[in-house]
């Protein structure tokens, strides 16, 4: 079993620049693709940003391409979603996932494990 666990959510003003955090245990980090999406009330979970096992790897969302970073350090078992220039409508919940396998997906259902989700709200 794999534990996701978010953190570095919170309030900004829009232009401003938050850092999420996702720890990750029970397996070993390295074998797993790593995704960040996010959701708003009533909407499905969109995807955010995608790194591969060994970082060397990264796909964004259009919407966040050239303002958001994915990164991971295999050594914490931490992956990491730079959001900078952020935007009032970044504000949703953002979720951590790992996918096990090689090649990237932006679809949330072929993620196997998921985080609880932290709140990013960006006021106008």
């Known amino acids: 079993q794999v534990q996701l666990i978010e953190s570095g959510g919170g309030l900004v003003q829009a232009g401003g620049s938050l850092r999420l955090s996702c720890a990750v245990s029970?397996?070993?980090?390295?074998?797993?693709?790593m995704g960040w999406f996010r959701q708003d009330p009533g909407k499905e979970r969109a995807f955010v940003a995608w790194i591969s096992r060994s970082g060397g790897s990264t796909s964004y969302a259009d919407s966040v391409k050239g303002r958001f970073t994915i990164s991971r350090d295999n050594a914490k078992d931490t992956v990491y979603l730079q959001m900078n220039s952020l935007k009032p409508e970044d504000t949703a919940v953002y979720y951590c996932a790992a996918d096990n396998s090689a090649y990237f997906s932006g679809i949330a259902h072929d993620y196997e494990y998921w985080g609880q989700g932290t709140q990013v709200t960006v006021s106008s």
């Open positions: 029970g397996r070993t980090f390295r074998d797993y693709a």
